[in-house]
């Protein structure tokens, strides 16, 4: 199937009048949607911050650091703490090159953790999989979204997903973490990723997902080139005009920002993710995913504030 082919939804009344015109930061008005997860409805009427727990041995930046369940459940309840609105949990990294974990070893690294912060925590639970059975233990776990960064590739995981009234992160990418680096030639990076992700979007209408469940991501670093990167987060919110849903993103510590600041380690990334995280704010993102979820809350709550104000004419 060419995933180049599928026509694009209309855009919606409203991202149409949030178009800016070239050079200006468009206000950003309050009231842009809402995302129903299982029983409840997040309104996006201001930034959304989704704190990251991978519970691997080997994600690129906190890999091994919450493999035990009681370090977990402290992480997760620090980031509540911090104003995370929801925990993104990962069994799986998905690093450029990383090796495929199987479905048992991955549903067996996650459901535990899941079912404890089930009990310890009134955040709703993300689960970032892209393989449908994992995704069904998690949502038997408690999981109210599936974070599926393959965009539906696994045939069953749209099946899985629509029974349980889930919330459903559609991203980006092409290949798999193994091979996707070799797969950065587009003709226009905003407009094949928004026609590659209207591809999902119709995965996920075929299988009966009401669009209110999903949001949308770019991939930020999946398939990409550094230059790319940039030009999806100036471009998100034409993004969210073709397919006609809230867009979330996800920059933190990758590889572009080191790059752009020379060269910088993972863990030294959080203030240049602040960054990436403002400018896609001014951009159109609603969502962020993030490590460190303190920064993000500070400086998104701070931005969204002047944002919203409309620039006046002198
Ligand atoms: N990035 C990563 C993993 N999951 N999900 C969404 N929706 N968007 C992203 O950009 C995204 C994601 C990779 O980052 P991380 O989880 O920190 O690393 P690893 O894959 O090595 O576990």
Same mark, same amino acid.
């Given at each position: 199937?060419?995933?180049?082919?599928?026509?694009?939804?209309?855009?919606?009344?409203?991202?149409?009048?949030?178009?800016?015109?070239?050079?200006?930061?468009?206000?950003?008005?309050?009231?842009?949607?809402?995302?129903?997860?299982?029983?409840?409805?997040?309104?996006?009427?201001?930034?959304?911050?989704?704190?990251?727990?991978?519970?691997?041995?080997?994600?690129?930046?906190?890999?091994?650091?919450?493999?035990?369940?009681?370090?977990?459940?402290?992480?997760?309840?620090?980031?509540?703490?911090?104003?995370?609105?929801?925990?993104?949990?990962?069994?799986?990294?998905?690093?450029?090159?990383?090796?495929?974990?199987?479905?048992?070893?991955?549903?067996?690294?996650?459901?535990?953790?899941?079912?404890?912060?089930?009990?310890?925590?009134?955040?709703?639970?993300?689960?970032?999989?892209?393989?449908?059975?994992?995704? #069904?233990? +998690?949502?038997?776990? =408690? &999981?109210? *979204?599936?974070?599926?960064?393959? !965009?539906?590739?696994?045939?069953?995981?749209? /099946?899985?997903?629509?029974?349980?009234?889930?919330?459903?992160?559609?991203?980006?990418?092409?290949?798999?973490?193994?091979?996707?680096?070799?797969?950065?030639?587009?003709?226009?990076?905003?407009?094949?990723?928004?026609?590659?992700?209207?591809?999902?979007?119709?995965?996920?209408?075929?299988?009966?997902?009401?669009?209110?469940?999903?949001?949308?991501?770019?991939?930020?670093?999946?398939?990409?080139?550094?230059?790319?990167?940039?030009?999806?987060?100036?471009?998100?919110?034409?993004?969210?005009?073709?397919?006609?849903?809230?867009?979330?993103?996800?920059?933190?510590?990758?590889?572009?920002?080191?790059?752009?600041?020379?060269?910088?380690?993972?863990?030294? #990334?959080? +203030?240049?993710?602040? =960054? &990436?995280? *403002?400018?896609?704010?001014?951009? !159109?993102?609603?969502?962020?995913?993030?490590? /460190?979820?303190?920064?993000?809350?500070?400086?998104?709550?701070?931005?969204?504030?002047?944002?919203?104000?409309?620039?006046?004419?002198?």
């Amino acid at each position: 199937m060419s995933l180049h082919s599928a026509p694009l939804p209309a855009p919606s009344a409203r991202s149409i009048q949030a178009e800016s015109t070239p050079g200006s930061i468009p206000h950003l008005e309050a009231g842009t949607g809402h995302w129903r997860i299982r029983d409840r409805v997040m309104a996006l009427d201001r930034p959304v911050v989704m704190g990251i727990l991978n519970v691997t041995p080997d994600s690129f930046s906190d890999g091994g650091r919450f493999l035990d369940l009681d370090d977990a459940v402290r992480r997760a309840r620090e980031m509540a703490v911090q104003g995370a609105d929801l925990i993104d949990l990962g069994g799986e990294s998905t690093r450029p090159g990383s090796a495929e974990v199987s479905a048992d070893e991955e549903a067996a690294r996650v459901v535990p953790v899941l079912r404890a912060l089930r009990d310890a925590l009134d955040l709703p639970l993300s689960v970032d999989t892209r393989k449908a059975t994992v995704a #069904r233990e +998690a949502l038997a776990a =408690g &999981a109210q *979204v599936v974070n599926d960064v393959s !965009g539906l590739a696994d045939e069953g995981m749209a /099946d899985a997903v629509a029974p349980s009234g889930a919330g459903l992160v559609l991203m980006h990418m092409r290949g798999t973490p193994a091979t996707m680096q070799g797969l950065t030639d587009y003709a226009d990076v905003v407009e094949d990723v928004a026609a590659e992700l209207s591809v999902s979007l119709a995965r996920a209408d075929a299988a009966g997902i009401a669009r209110e469940r999903v949001v949308l991501d770019p991939g930020i670093g999946f398939a990409k080139t550094a230059e790319q990167n940039l030009q999806l987060i100036a471009s998100l919110r034409r993004l969210e005009a073709r397919l006609g849903r809230p867009v979330l993103l996800g920059a933190s510590r990758k590889a572009f920002i080191g790059a752009l600041l020379g060269g910088v380690p993972a863990a030294e #990334r959080d +203030a240049g993710t602040v =960054g &990436a995280c *403002v400018a896609g704010l001014a951009r !159109g993102a609603r969502l962020f995913r993030v490590h /460190d979820v303190r920064g993000a809350r500070q400086a998104l709550d701070v931005a969204w504030a002047v944002l919203r104000i409309p620039e006046r004419a002198p």
